[in-house]
């Protein structure tokens, strides 16, 4: 047997001393196990810790839980927390800065630990402000807000209270899970294994990769107006983003573009989401052989690109100078992130999947209201002043507003985007509510176009769509020539099949996907939601 290193003796002294320590302060019950072997796994060699950590904890597990929120003495939240079992807390209002509105103390106690080396990491949140703390001692702790940001967050603790969010998996679970988010957005090998092990693991998908060449040999005589083309991005920046964007929305793909040709036959791309030689994201309109070029040799994210062909009746609908004319008009305008996120939320709690809700969403927003006030004000605070018609307020003074009108915060996430609001840079459209809209203007949600807010579409509510060709024998010779698998779109580049669950089935109606749940991993949703 190996002699003990010094490194290992500190070790044990360590655990010794913290052992002895815990008995002094966590005398709340009865005795308990001095650790569990995950709160150690950091202690091991790298090579035997990490395949354990990873196979405990994933990005998800970054995610806060909400537990409640305290608002007076006389409503106390008790709770079950990851590492103490029994928690309670509650709020108690003072004037120690002699301010008009005072301040307040919440108080958490903490008893019943699982281990005497575990802690819970903890976020709180009011509209004005995000702080967290941690807990390692079995006893009452303290969280002190010196002075309200005036009569508002006085008035929204005390009516509502303060949020307080579980970190479920503990420090060493939240450490572990930002190691896993990192990586999604690396442009690397490690960052693509990683975006398609959480669709894996989250939504189901499958990536199964296909025979070479992983190229079509595209004619692009077989292209036509108002096909569709969807993109699904791997890795990178936008890989990572387009990563979460499909888990939380059900969406296998996360971006699109739409075919044009003109009156001589050229073959244009229009697209929400071209980067600009400014680095903006903008609308542009572009020559196939430009957009094509750029996604097999510039785009870095590494894109699995399908052509969804439209159905030949569809195309007969579809009036090409009306499409045009739109898709004109919005040339060189903003990418829509006003609505971006308007899309997915449709219902008060079945569009989050667990552990986010809109506690979760508010807090963040608050967050990045704080860091990024311009970012805050471009993503969200111009749609949610539409939405209880108002002008210019900042995310608290939302919140506020919207509960003097009866409105919680999720309700108000789930009013259904309209289609004709504008925003201070002009009509908002994302990717797939661009193209939409060409198709509401072109008329192929006629007649019942005024009652479709196509800004409530995500990706894959529009390749559900019983838009597109249902004809294996009408798709174009070249198309997927070389795959054993028959799909019943024009896959065109990529080396892992695409899914499109669910595509072209759906038939129109009015308000459609207005009110519609999206909850991981099956995304049900009931009939003409």
């Known amino acids: 047997m190996k002699p003990f290193s010094g490194f290992s003796i500190i070790i044990l002294l360590l655990l010794a001393l913290i052992s002895i320590f815990y008995l002094q302060s966590n005398s709340d019950g009865p005795w308990k196990t001095p650790f569990r072997p995950s709160d150690l796994l950091p202690l091991l060699p790298l090579s035997v810790s990490w395949p354990i950590l990873r196979s405990l904890y994933s990005a998800v597990d970054l995610l806060p839980t909400f537990v409640g929120a305290v608002s007076s003495p006389e409503t106390k939240l008790q709770w079950k927390g990851a590492c103490f079992y029994d928690n309670t807390a509650w709020m108690e209002f003072h004037n120690k800065s002699k301010s008009p509105y005072g301040g307040g103390t919440l108080h958490i106690k903490v008893t019943n630990a699982h281990s005497w080396t575990c802690m819970d990491l903890y976020v709180f949140a009011t509209p004005y402000r995000v702080t967290w703390d941690y807990y390692l001692l079995s006893r009452e702790h303290t969280l002190e807000f010196d002075e309200w940001e005036g009569e508002e967050e006085y008035e929204h603790v005390k009516h509502h209270g303060v949020s307080i969010f579980l970190m ?68 990178g920046r936008w890989g990572g983003f387009e990563t979460l964007e499909k888990w939380v929305t059900g969406a296998y793909a996360g971006h699109t573009a739409v075919c044009l040709k003109d009156s001589e036959g050229k073959l244009w791309v229009a697209e929400s989401g071209h980067e600009n030689d400014k680095g903006e994201d903008v609308i542009a309109i572009l020559p196939w052989e430009e957009w094509w070029d750029f996604e097999l040799n510039k785009d870095d994210s590494n894109p699995q690109i399908a052509l969804l062909p439209l159905h030949p009746d569809v195309r007969a609908k579809l009036n090409s100078t009306a499409a045009w004319e739109y898709a004109r008009s919005m040339d060189g305008k903003p990418y829509g992130y006003h609505n971006m996120i308007f899309s997915w939320i449709d219902t008060p709690r079945d569009n989050y999947p667990p552990p986010i809700d809109a506690h979760l969403v508010a807090s963040g927003m608050i967050m990045w209201s704080k860091i990024q006030p311009a970012y805050a004000a471009n993503m969200w605070n111009e749609a949610l002043n539409k939405r209880i018609q108002t002008e210019g307020l900042d995310l608290p003074d939302i919140i506020v507003e919207a509960e003097k009108l009866g409105l919680s915060f999720d309700k108000l996430l789930a009013i259904p985007e309209q289609d004709d609001w504008i925003y201070s840079d002009g009509k908002s459209t994302s990717c797939v509510a661009f193209i939409l809209e060409m198709y509401k203007s072109a008329g192929l949600f006629d007649p019942i176009a005024s009652s479709i807010q196509v800004n409530e579409f995500t990706i894959k509510d529009a390749y559900s769509l019983n838009f597109f060709e249902s004809n294996h024998s009408r798709l174009p010779e070249w198309c997927n020539k070389e795959d054993t698998v028959k799909l019943p779109f024009c896959q065109i580049k990529g080396r892992y099949r695409m899914e499109l669950p669910g595509y072209n089935t759906m038939q129109p109606y009015p308000h459609m996907n207005e009110k519609c749940p999206s909850l991981p991993p099956d995304y049900d949703r009931p009939s003409y939601c």
Not at 201 to 220: D, T
């Open 168 to 235: 479920q998996s503990g420090m060493l679970g939240t450490l572990r899970a930002l190691w896993d988010v990192f990586p999604l957005f690396t442009n690397t090998g490690w960052g693509e294994n990683s975006n398609l092990a959480f669709l894996r693991k989250h939504m189901g998908a499958k990536f199964e990769e296909r025979p070479k060449p992983w190229l079509s040999s595209i004619n692009v005589d077989d292209i036509h107006s108002g096909d569709f083309l969807t993109l699904s991005k791997i890795r």
